[in-house]
């Protein structure tokens, strides 16, 4: 007899927010109102909600997933948050390079030339910044030990724009997608090499791709210039 599969319970990002500053890091209401820059009671009705669907998916075995919702993703940049010290605002204060207009800036997934084919594991992004078709700046960032989901806000804080990597988790490509850095996954191979077709559309990329540390599905490769993501229409 096969075991019906019961509906997933779907946890909003702003109330997973609520869940981990109120019972995660003891923050008080007026606490997580602040730094969620919302109302103290705005904070109460969505905490109710995100532990009544948590309670549901505990005791009566619903799978839980966490996603929509509506929020943004801090860029380390504001002056409104009084909870300084985040590594966002560590890698915006060491990194901080004003973007002019027309640049388009690349980061890569990077190791000894390569690009690093685990995103969650990722140490070092190589980023460039492109204009007018040429690189015209690149570096290397270190990404103080941040994994996975966090990874995506230190791309928003270096003003990213295009993520070029190997594979990615499910979890990743959301936090990415909310912070509006378009992805080319599932690439390998020499880093400035791959910035240099990508500039050119000639990419050859997955647009399905998956982590294979936590799955080996994986579709047919696409190049970039057949969906019109080149240099242009990715700013």
Do not use: W
């Not at 997933?65 to 860029?75: A, P, T, Y």
């Not at 000639?202 to 791709?209: A, E, F, G, H, M």
């Amino acid at each position: 007899m096969m075991l019906r599969k019961k509906t997933p319970i779907v946890l909003t990002v702003d109330e997973y927010e609520t869940i981990r500053l109120l019972d995660k890091k003891g923050y008080s209401q007026e606490q997580c109102a602040e730094s969620m820059q919302i109302a103290r009671t705005t904070v109460q009705r969505i905490y109710e909600i995100a532990r009544k669907k948590i309670a549901d998916a505990l005791i009566d075995g619903h799978p839980l997933k966490i996603e929509g919702g509506d929020f943004r993703i801090c860029d380390g940049q504001s002056n409104d948050c009084s909870f300084g010290g985040c590594y966002k605002q560590e890698i915006y204060q060491k990194y901080a390079v004003e973007k002019g207009e027309g640049i388009m800036r690349i980061a890569v997934t990077y190791e000894n030339g390569q690009i690093f084919q685990h995103f969650g594991h990722t140490e070092t992004f190589k980023i460039y910044d492109v204009e007018e078709g040429k690189v015209v700046h690149s570096e290397v960032v270190d990404t103080n030990g941040s994994g996975h989901g966090a990874l995506a806000g230190v791309l928003n804080a270096l003003n990213a724009d295009v993520l070029i990597c190997g594979g990615i988790g499910g979890g990743a490509q959301t936090a990415l997608a909310a912070a509006g850095i378009k992805l080319f996954g599932g690439v390998s191979g020499d880093a400035d090499k791959a910035v240099e077709v990508f500039i050119n559309d000639t990419l050859d990329y997955n647009p399905d791709v998956k982590c294979s540390h936590h799955e080996h599905n994986h579709g047919e490769g696409h190049t970039c210039g057949e969906h019109g993501c080149g240099s242009h229409s990715c700013h």
